[in-house]
């Protein structure tokens, strides 16, 4: 019999560490002479990590919408393509850090019955800093989602253990262990982890209960009260309502309708502005650079933006350097490499958090893009 196509969920909140943990396992499989290959959704309508994926590895992007919500109906087609024209031995689907895991659980399930695959784990990644400082408010619905990827994995990897205490982390590991007692839970750096983990995930055999579905209906009284109460607290999409929000799949294109009144298309106020998208909560903000800017003074103002941009990424070219660079910041860390791209890319940058001020972002960087064309004068 036709083997079915093992299908990973990568899920975790923004800039946990989902695409270090994906380029790792994509190395294994292809050096182990196994073919990878990825589904990746992104929130806004370019996608910076799918760079990170070398040119071997099949990938399909889902841009511009959340997969949990606007653009789950074209999972299952995307992923029936991606099967049929590749024949892949593997398949991960990264979400958007934002993406509720158990509607993309449902959207891959519902996948299964147009294409032979098979669901067989729910990987989250957790940023541990970033878990600490929301455990420690207690509130707000980035933790509240945090906490139901949590809940929704099968596999927990406990990532940027080098940013919290040996006290913090084991600490993290109880809060965890509360919310989700089946999942192992692995803390890492840079998910540097047992690899091979992925062999024995594949061979499981499906159904055996390991998938989460399982421990969520059958949670404590008292869990499921805290989650009823979770849901009907949430907006109309019910991003953040997973348990016990396990929908019909009509029930979508209701859904479908409330989120796409989120989305909008925002050049009034700004040529640069492309996609002001906007997830629930989340925001996103993609500005395209019409030419280098200072790299002194880029850096300056990633070090400046307020707390609630956790998130941001993208290609630059500095008029004080040759190469262009990758830029990645997440929670105050900023990262540039080194990149040489074989095509003509775009100069942009991503931003994704709560509630900023586009506009006064967008006006900050078109600054800099007029002192580096007075500059070059
Ligand atoms: N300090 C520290 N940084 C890390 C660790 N793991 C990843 N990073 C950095 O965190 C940033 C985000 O990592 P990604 O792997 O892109 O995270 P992601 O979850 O794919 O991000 P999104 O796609 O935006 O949701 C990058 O700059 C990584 O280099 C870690 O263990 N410790």
Redo the contacts with the bound molecule.
């Keep these: 019999m036709k083997q079915a196509v093992p299908v990973h969920i990568l899920s ?1 909140f ?7 943990l994906l380029t790792q396992a994509l190395d294994y499989y292809k050096e182990s002479g196994r073919k990878p290959a990825v589904l990746m959704n992104e929130l806004g309508d370019v996608n910076l ?1 799918g760079m990170l994926v070398e040119d071997d590895v099949p990938m399909t992007e889902m841009l511009s919408g959340c997969i949990c919500c606007t653009i789950r109906g074209d999972l299952g087609l995307e992923l029936r393509e991606l099967v049929l024209e590749h024949k892949p031995d593997v398949i991960f689907v990264e979400c ?2 934002a993406a509720n895991p158990m509607e993309m659980l449902d959207g891959v399930t519902d996948a299964s019955l147009l294409t032979e695959l098979e669901l067989k784990s729910v990987i989250t ?1 957790v940023d541990a800093a970033q878990l600490l400082e929301r455990h420690n408010k207690g509130v707000g619905k980035t933790y509240r989602l945090m906490q139901e990827q949590i809940r929704c994995a099968t596999l927990l990897i406990l ?2 253990s ?2 919290v205490s040996a006290v913090e982390l084991a600490e993290l590991q109880r809060v965890i262990r509360e919310w989700n007692p089946v999942a192992p839970v692995t803390a ?4 540097q982890m047992d690899i091979t983990e992925f062999d024995r995930l594949d061979d499981a055999a499906g159904g055996d209960g390991r998938l989460p579905i399982r421990h969520i209906a059958e949670g404590s009284e008292s869990d499921n009260q805290e989650r009823s109460r979770q849901a009907s607290e949430h907006d109309d999409c019910g991003h953040h309502a997973c348990s016990g929000h396990h929908h019909e799949h009509h029930d979508h294109h209701v859904h479908d309708d409330h989120c796409s009144h989120d989305v909008h298309e925002a050049r009034s106020d700004n040529d640069n502005a492309v996609l002001h998208h906007s997830h629930d909560h989340v925001m996103v903000y993609t500005h395209y650079f019409h030419g280098p800017v200072d790299s002194e003074q880029f850096e300056t103002l990633i070090g400046k933006l307020p707390a609630n941009v956790y ?1 941001a ?1 993208g290609i630059l070219r500095f008029t004080d350097t040759a190469s262009p660079f990758m830029f ?1 910041y ?1 929670y105050r ?1 900023m ?1 540039f490499v080194k990149i040489a791209p074989k095509d003509e890319l775009p100069i942009v940058a991503v931003f ?1 958090g709560e509630h900023f001020s586009r506009q006064r972002l967008a006006a900050e960087l078109e600054a800099l893009e007029r002192a580096a064309a007075v500059q070059k004068d």
């Design positions: 975790g923004l800039g946990s560490g989902k695409t270090t990590d958007t850090g990644v990532n940027k080098d940013l890492t750096v840079r998910c998130r990424k990645q997440a860390e990262d994704i």
